[in-house]
């Protein structure tokens, strides 16, 4: 189905299964980095999987999106479903969004997992990025995706997401699940949003790292875990950014356990 948030903005909603809701937040992947998981996840929880869709059906946000922004259009599409209170599962910015919704919303949450976070201070973590020669250029210069094919663009962001093995096995997969439009940068937080209020947050919370990550790096978790009080920590060895699409089970009993307790 299809909901407008903010009264414009198409937002492509699928809801499967039955139980407590399952809000899935994810900054700039489509709702198929979460189709391991949906099955699962919906013997126990209604799951709530959405993106923003454009009308040629790409997965991005038809205008900026920032992470308190997307935290209010997860609000507003808990309002039209009817659910007063969710979990919510937050990937990568996705996360950060999440918190948001934690931290303003705090009553319509019940359990919140952030997945490879972004980090709760933007601006400090893309500081240290510039600063270290070896962070991807994709990640330090910010006119450098602007001059990228999509193809290579979504090679370059394949490379870092997930391992090298997983890629080369599944290198359709990995790069349709990466595609951006023409002219589309990569969705991440901006150096001017606000700092995740994670004094604010006061569900139950669950931080999953991914030890191999190099995109969220596994700074960020632990930053994040930090920042949100009796907060648990999980962090997966050899984990990539892509856990959630590359170690399907043992990611989705993880996080399954965790909404359960």
Known sequence: MQVLVDGAIPVHVEVTGSGPALLLLSSAASTEWWAEQVGPWSEHFTVVNWDYRRPSGYAAPPVPCD???MASHAVQLLDHLGFAVAHVNGVSGGARAACFLAS???DRLDRLVLTT???PVVGKAVEALIADPDSPRIFTD???AQTLRPEELADEMARLVFSESFYAAHPERCLRLLAQPPGTAVRSPQPDEPDVEGDLV???T???VGEA???ALPQYGYDMHDAIA???LVAIPGGTHGMLVEDTTRYGRLVASFLSA
């Open 67 to 69: 992470s308190v922004a």
């Open 104 to 106: 303003r919303w705090g």
């Open 117 to 119: 976070p972004s980090p």
């Open 142 to 144: 910010p006119s450098y």
């Open 202 to 204: 006061k569900a139950p």
């Open 206 to 208: 669950l931080v999953v």
């Open 213 to 215: 990550d190099r995109t």
């Open 230 to 232: 009796g907060s648990e």
